[in-house]
Every structure is written in structure tokens, then in C-alpha cells.
């Protein structure tokens, strides 16, 4: 019998182990991190090799650089396109910026072994095979990479190191490999989460008995354990990668949708922080700058590039170098952003806060700076404010702030804000003051901070309807030493939208500001969505200067209902189930159509309890009539309790629904309420077959 419950994709093979004792493997010892340096220290010698002490083979004491095929070609690459790439990072200036390797992904292989039992090249697509591939690389000045997978199978189906780990081993060393990427893919059956240890701990070393020094990078915390850190061997994992390997996975393969994959990554890699230390680098997947594919804008690689280099993960493109945009060029040849990555002192970032849905992380740098980044995760832009103190500088007069995109540096009294674009992040490297305040203009910064109401008292959403006149204030701060004067401060909203008069200020001293609140009107017919208002200020600094800043805030219109619109019509605010599968709409998660005793219904939710959906109502409607029931497609021991509220307040109670209850009629009045909200509780203590239909749910609303 399906059950449509709990829809972890852990292997099934490591149910078990995931119960059972697990191998006892410490965190990095705290002396695995060296301390931030009290003073600026030099790059010096012994700091380097202090580092490669803490390598396990003395390797990757930064963060691997360099390209993979994967993203670009997968199955199909080819020796010609392959050296293609090569060359043209050679040509491109990228290699001498530390992009070295060239690393081949699955697929390089024959679908079979030789006779005597050697892996072998793809005959067709690697005519001269890895040995000569590898020669040519080397002779551009760069290294060989190879992907394999410690199961007996790789994630396509070519032939797994399984059983072969030394041979494979001595085969990639004679052929003059230097990096060797290891999946977790063709896992042979029982086998445990120690047993899976124990084997890439052998070929960690048999890569290191070849004599040959060959970059382990592997994928055992998320291809075991789903990246998952609520599954119980997903830490123990990373922290037995640290020790074996230079770099692990800890993220899931990218997705083409940027924001869940960037800012789900982030969010995965951010506990992590204190696993990585030069020579073993937590890794969030490959850039995907460049990449067609992926297609993001210049903001949103630039983005993926800031917190891979704040992360210190490595930095792997997967593109087609050779059709390079120079947008491709700038943004992967930053070379303040790979600083921050490379940076010899080898400390991922670390969150320091979280505001307004802004991740404020800093990464401490070998010569005593401090990289800041704001990663703003929310749908509309934020303002975000920290200071050089909670990041981590000392005391010092003022400091400066260089954000690594826009190439500026101001002066700062301690306040590090900035406004964040929606689903971005800024890049900025932090330095107590070295030279006279007025070397550089003062750090200002603008909140645009819409005074949208909570749609009622104490709910979670804050959405404005067309028509609606919103309280806009905005604040400019002087974040530095120095005065400006002749300030003014404005704010434009999208085309059509009337926001009204600039305030102004003569003077601005130093830790102070100038805030405007401007009244907002959404114009009537304005289509929901997330909108964004800009505050934009000129002023002058160092008599007469000329300075300028700007901060964005944004908030989210909605359209009440109108008419008798079934809720399958409409967008919900959130939904929110207790399993993977989310709330389906029209359909059960089988793909067949709603169905309760025998009754089809052609609209309708599905959402398997616990589970809570939430609809904007915007006080225009009256009634929600809804047929209830557990779909006919699961009928099992399931049973849940369907309880809707108006504007927080209880207005339906199901009473406990089984498989055998009649077709339940619900009829409930909503007049007035902003947010109607359904929710499907356990009938019996336990989700499973939970399978709840809401049917034929609809809205009787004014037109
Ligand atoms: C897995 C890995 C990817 C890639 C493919 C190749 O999905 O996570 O990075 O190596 O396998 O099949």
C-alpha cells in the first residue's frame, strides 16, 4: 500500500543504519581553526605552512578553482571540446587567477571495463584517451580531473570504482589525474552507514598510496543522507569528510530555479562553517556563470559568486568558456571576490545575524579584514545594518567598506548597512581606516521601509490591495565620520505610481540621518505582485563634492477574490504540509483526479495532514462551502480533523474524518475576513493516510 506520508529520499538501504550506532568521528578540534590574527599579519611563510599541516594530504589549501563539463555538456562532452575549454581559460586570463582545473564529470568513461579490468576512456568521444587528454592539460599549465562513484555504478549508469578503489587509484595516477571527484551513487545493497565511511576512507588513501598528488572531492553527506541535516548521519558525515577529503558536497546538485537552489544552499552550508579549514572545504556545487542552461542574470551570478567566495567553497564553472560574454568574463575574473575565497587563512564565513531576512555572514581574512555578506533571501529588497565590531574588527576610529562588485570604498564610524536587492547578496571587505578620513567618501545608506499593515492583529501577512494608501518612510544615514550637506532624499515607485515630494536636509552630521515618510497609494487596478519603491539621495561631502545613495523597499499587493471563484482559481498566500509533496491542486499525488466515494471532483485541493493553506480574502467575501473528504485513491487507516478559520478565529470544525465518513458538507461564513485559512489536522494521532481532499472549495464574493 503507497503511503503518501513521509516522502524522505533516504536510500532504502540506509534506513536501518540511520537507527543504528554510528561511527563516532569528533568535530574538527578546535585548533583545526586558527584564530584570527589579533594584528594584521603578513602572508607569511609559516602561516602557509601552518595550513598545509592541516591538510590531511597537504593539498587544497585553498579552495579548488577551476571548470567542470557537467552543467554544460553532460553526457555528451568530447576530448575537442574539453580542450576547447582549456585553452580557452588559458586564453581568457581566468587560469592565472587560480582557475586550474579542468575536470571531467561522469560519462568520460566506457560503459565497460577493459579485460583486465582497468576503467577505460569513452572510445568515440575520448579518442586519445585521459593519459594524452591529461598531457595536453598539463602542458597549458593546468590539471586533469576525473569523476567517479564509490558504488558500483555512477548517477549514469557507467562502471562504479566499487571493488576496484587501488586500481582505479594507480590507473588515475598513471595517467597523470590531479583531482578525483567520488559520488555517491550505485551504493551496493545493506550496506552501512560505517561501511559506507570506511570505503571512502580507503580510497582516500589509496589515492594517497599512488604517490600522486590527486584532490579527493566527494559527495558522501549528501548523497547518503540528502543533505539533510535533520537526518541523523548528515552531520557525523561532514564532519568524517573533513578529515578524508578536500572537499565534500554539501548541497544538491543546482536547479535552473536561482532563488530555492542559491539561497537553499546557503542556508545548508551556513551550520557548517566550522568543517572547513584549508586543505577541506565545504562545497556547494559548481558556478553555473556562463551557463546557458541556467541562463541567470549578471545579479544573480554575481550573487552565486559572492557566497561561494564567502562560503570559501570552491569555485568550479560549468560553461561553455569558449562563447565567453565578457559579463561571464568579469564576474568569474573578479579578483576581490576570489580573494575572499582563496584567502590563505582558510575561515568559512560565519552568520553573524539574520534581519529582516537578510543573512549577515563574515569571513575573517588572513591580513585582518573582514568579508561581509548580506544575502538578502526574501522576495522583496531589504535593508540590512550590522557593525565592524559584531563582525569581528577591532576597535579602530573609522573603518573602510569596498563592496568587491561595484569596485567603491567609503569610510565608515562602525555601521556596515546597505540595501539588498530581492534575492541578492552584496560583497563588501571590511578594514579598520588606513589613511585620512577624507580619502573616501562616507558610507550612506537608505531604508525604504513600507508600513504595510498586518492583514489582521497578529498575522503573518502583510499585503496591500489596490487602492490602498500606504505609510512609506525612508532614512538616510550617514554611516560615516564626516558631514554631508545639501541632502535630499526622494522616492520613486514604478511607473504610474504618485509618491510625491523630496525631503532635504542642509547638514547630516556624522552617526545621523534624514527620514521622509511619503503616503503611498497603490493605484486601483494595479495586478498582484511584488512591488518595489527606490529612495534615491544626492548630497555633498568634502566641501562640495558631489555623493549619492540609494536603498529599495518592496512589499507584496494582492487582488481580493471577486465573483464565486473556486480556490484552485486563486493563488494561496502560503501553504505550508507536513511531507514533501506540498498541497496539490486539481489532482491527488498520484496525478489521478480528486476523488472521495466515487465522486469526482474537477476542482480542488489535496493536502495531506498536518498541512495549512492560507487565501487572501481581502474583506470581500461572505461564504466558503467545500465537500471534505479522504481521497479515494489511498484508503487506508487515515484520519484528519478539517478546521478553517477567518482572520485567526475558528469558524469550522470537521470532527474527525475517516475513510468511512459520509462526504462531509462544510458551510462557513467569512464575512469580512482578510485570510481564510484551512488547516488539516491528524484524526488519530498519526499523519499517516492523511490523504485530505478539500473539494469543490469556493468563495462567494462580491463582484
Ligand atoms: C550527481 C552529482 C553531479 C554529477 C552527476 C553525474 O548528480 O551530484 O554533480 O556529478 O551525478 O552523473
Redesign the pocket.
Known sequence: MPFPKRRLMIPAVFIAALCGALTAVAAPAASAAPARPAAPASRSASKVQQSASQSYNGLALTPPMGWND?YEYG?NVTQAEVLANARALVSSGLAKLGYKYVNL???WMAPTRAADGQLQADPTRFPNGIKWLAAQIHHMGLKLGL?E?FGTR???GNPGSYGNYQQDADTFASWGVDFL?F?Y?GPPSGLTSAEAEADYQQMSQDLIATGRHIVFSE?LP??ADNANPANANYLPYVAFSSKIANMW?VA??LTTSFDSTIFGHLANDLPLASYAHPGAWNDL??LATGNTTFNWTVQQEETQMSIWAELASPLLDSSDLTSMTPATKQILGNKAAIAVDQDPLGRQGQLVSQQNGVDIVAKPLADGDVAVLLANTSSVPEHASTTAAAVGLGSAAAYTVSDLWAHTTRETAGTIAASVPAYSAMLFQVAPLRGAVDRYPPLTDIAVTPDVPALYTGSQFAVAAPGQTISVPATLSNDGRETVTDASLSLTGPAGWDTGAPVSARVIPGGKDLTGTWQVTVPPGTPAGTYTLTGTATYRWNAGRAGTSTGQGGFQVDVPPSGTPYLDQLSWLSETTSQGSGVIVDKNVYGGPLTIHGVTYAHGLWANSVATIYYYLGGNCTQFTASLGLDDSDEGTGAVVYEFYADGTQVYDSGVVTNSTPTVQASVNVTGAQVLELHVAEGNGTVNFGNADIASPQLTCAS
Open positions: 557537467w553526457c564529470d561522469d560519462c569523476y562513484s555512477t548517477c549514469k571527484k559520488d551513487c559527495e549528501i548523497g558536497r544538491p546538485d556545487d559548481m
